[in-house]
């Protein structure tokens, strides 16, 4: 049984910074691009970032450029976003997923396009 679990949100400041991870288990992680994507209240969720199965591609909104960084553990089965100068606007649910791929550096922004999906951990920032 595949499972994702995100973990690191919480209540911050503007200008603040926060690390966000995602523990997979129930799959072969070296296998899977990975995906991190948000939904504010009465929002759709929106793409926030995608790393490759290799972990050297990585691919940002471009709310989360120059701000977020996306990284890969394949030997620990962990992601981590780590978010800085957080804004009000980046309040939300932050999702984790994963995608079966072949290619060794492709990248997807698609929710559609997504296998699995964790939970979700609150992110709020205060103004």
């Known amino acids: 049984q595949v499972q994702l679990v995100e973990s690191g949100g919480g209540l911050v400041q503007a200008g603040a910074s926060l690390r966000l991870s995602c523990a997979a288990s129930?799959?072969?992680?070296?296998?899977?691009?990975m995906g991190w994507f948000r939904q504010a209240p009465g929002k759709e969720r929106d793409f926030v970032a995608a790393i490759s199965r290799s972990g050297h591609v990585t691919y940002y909104s471009n709310s989360a450029k120059g701000r977020f960084t996306f990284s890969k553990d394949n030997a620990k089965n962990l992601v981590f976003l780590q978010m800085n100068s957080l804004k009000p606007e980046d309040t939300a649910v932050y999702y984790c997923?994963?995608?079966?791929?072949?290619?060794?550096?492709?990248?997807?922004?698609?929710?559609?396009?997504?296998?699995?999906w964790g939970q979700g951990t609150q992110v709020t920032v205060s103004s």
């Open positions: 129930g799959l072969t992680f070296s296998t899977y691009a």
């Open positions: 997923a994963a995608k079966a791929v072949i290619s060794a550096n492709g990248v997807t922004t698609e929710v559609g396009r997504y296998d699995y």
